[in-house]
């Protein structure tokens, strides 16, 4: 009975690099949502992903950052040439389902990001 | 979008005394309304949730009361435990949840 997991924990990349989050939501779970947490600071939206769709990505920037979730396999976050204000916690959470009214969302431990 | 914003930023509050953390909201359309904990280094913990149908919500030493009129949510515990603290976001929406930026609640034993 297995929760939201997200992997790596930490992952330490030097600017430019590229920065791969992934993240397997709980059995069951077919909807899937990333946020953002820098130090102090509250959880902001980036994206909501069901299988193999992009729900609602207003959250994400514009350029360097994508997102996905196949069908089969965990959903990807993906920074392209990471910069040092990319450092913050990702954390991934899942829903069973989005209907007219919001379901809690089930949330993973993060990913650590630090660029170096 | 939602701006949902936290009174205080840390609370201090006796071991065996009830906490009080409050949140405020800015969109009407806002329909759905929930409390985590987070401690250092973990996920958001899901706490409680309120429908903007109800006005109350009671769990176990927690209750979520929702004033809609003033945008106003507030997160009650009682007889507040050391095991307690933790940062307590809320969190409101309608198709996407908000979170504001926290309140940390220190426990003093």
Known sequence: NAGVMQNPRHLVRRRGQEA???????????????????????????????????????????????AEFPKEGPSILRIQQVVRGDSAAYFCASSPRWEATNEKLFFGSGTQLSVL | GENVGLHLPTLSVQEGDNSIINCAYSNSASDYFIWYKQESGKGPQFIID???????????????????????????????QPGDSAVYFCAAGANNLFFGTGTRLTVIP
């Open chain 1, 20 to 66: 791969r989050l992934r993240c397997s939501p709980m059995k069951g779970h077919s909807h899937v949502y990333w946020y953002r947490q820098l130090p102090e600071e509250g959880l902001k939206f980036m994206v909501y992903l069901q299988k193999e769709n992009i729900i609602d990505e207003s959250g994400m920037p514009k350029e360097r950052f994508s």
């Open chain 2, 50 to 80: 309120i429908r903007s149908n109800m006005d109350k919500r009671q769990g176990q030493r927690v209750t979520v009361l929702l004033n809609k009129t003033v945008k106003h949510l507030s997160l009650q515990i009682a007889a507040t």
